[in-house]
Every structure is written in C-alpha cells, then in structure tokens.
C-alpha cells in the first residue's frame, strides 16, 4: 500500500463532500474547509466564515470540523461519519439559504431540512428523541436520499482509510495480542481481555501487574 495520509484522507473528504453537495443540495452549497479536530464530545461542528483569503481578506470560507477520535467509537464507520459531514452542510446549507437559531441551537427549519436530506434529527441518536435543540445528532432513514446517496458514493470506491484508535488498541494490535479483525468486536464488548493472551497484552501495553485497565469514559456526542 501506498502510505499519504493527508492526501488518502482529504481526498476522500472532498470527495464525498461534493458528491452529497450534488446529490442533496443541488450542488448550492459554496466550497468550505474541512478540518479534523478533536473537540472533546463532538463528532463534528460548522463555523461561518471561520477564514479569510490571505490575498483578499474580503473573501470568507466556512469551517467544516470532523472528529476523528470518534471515526469509529460505538460501531461507528465511514457511512456514520459521513453523516456527520451531511449533518454539519445542512448547517452550512442553512447559513447561506435559511436563518439560522442562535449559536448552538438547532432550530425547526434546520430540524426539517435535515429530514429532506435523509437524516432524522434526534438529541439522542435515534428514534423518539426532541428534533430541536441544542445538543443534537441524528440517524439515518432507512432507504432516505442520504442511504441511497451514501450507497453510490461507496460504489464509486470511497472509503476512509486512516482511523484514529485508542493508543492501546493499536498496541495490542502490532504486539498481535489482539487480531485485526477482532479488534471491532473488541471495543463492542467493552474490551473483554478474557479470551486473550494476557502475556502478550502485558508486554504490549507494558503493564506492571497493579495497572489498570484503560479506563473508556462515556460522553454525548454533539454535532
Ligand atoms: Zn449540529
């Protein structure tokens, strides 16, 4: 393989970035950077206007922040995160086409345009939460504009190559304590060390025998 990371992962960002620009907006959406940041519970955030051209001031670009530390927390995977990046245009759709709520706040308009993309706005991820609100994420409709975009967008290749894992994981990964393959499984079990091979994990996690797990903590992700 090939190894360019920032190439292998802006690419890809861009790409799906127009991909949806064409499928769900009509291609309206002016161009934005994205970034990847690690705000501390968020899986992304949108920033109006957050830079300026070096050689004309006068000329603003948005922010587009995509969390990697959360590319694949809770069985998350490329489908997820791009939903993520959908989730912070619509913001972006609704700053230069809508009206916006104050900052933070996600409002009806924000809250139905995301319905028309595919995306069900819900405070907790999933079916039967508030669709209006500051703390805010959504799921994806079954067979919605966004499941279908999202499919051909995958079909035409697009995946996410480099993803951010928790320091131990790729320890025990490289030591070969944990495979691969088990390694999602892993996590979902909330790293069950039972079934491993615990002088293998000692040597790749160089633990004394008092240490601790790695302790995982639980926060409600914001978009
Ligand atoms: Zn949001």
Redesign the pocket.
Known sequence: MKINPTKQTYDQLLRAYEHMNRELFENKLPSCLITLQREYGAYGYYYPARFASDTDLKISTDEIALNPQYFREEGRKDREVTSTLV?EMV?LWQHHFGKPGRTRY?NKQWSEKMKTVGLHPSNIGEPGGAEVGDQ?SHYIVTDGPFAKAYEKLKESGFALEWMEYPQHIIKLVQSGALAADQVDQFIKDGEDYTSLDMGLVAKALDLDEDDDRPIRVQVNKQ?
Do not use: T
Request: glycine share 0%; charged share 0%; hydrophobic share 20%.
């Open positions: 989730h913001h996600h805010m978009q």
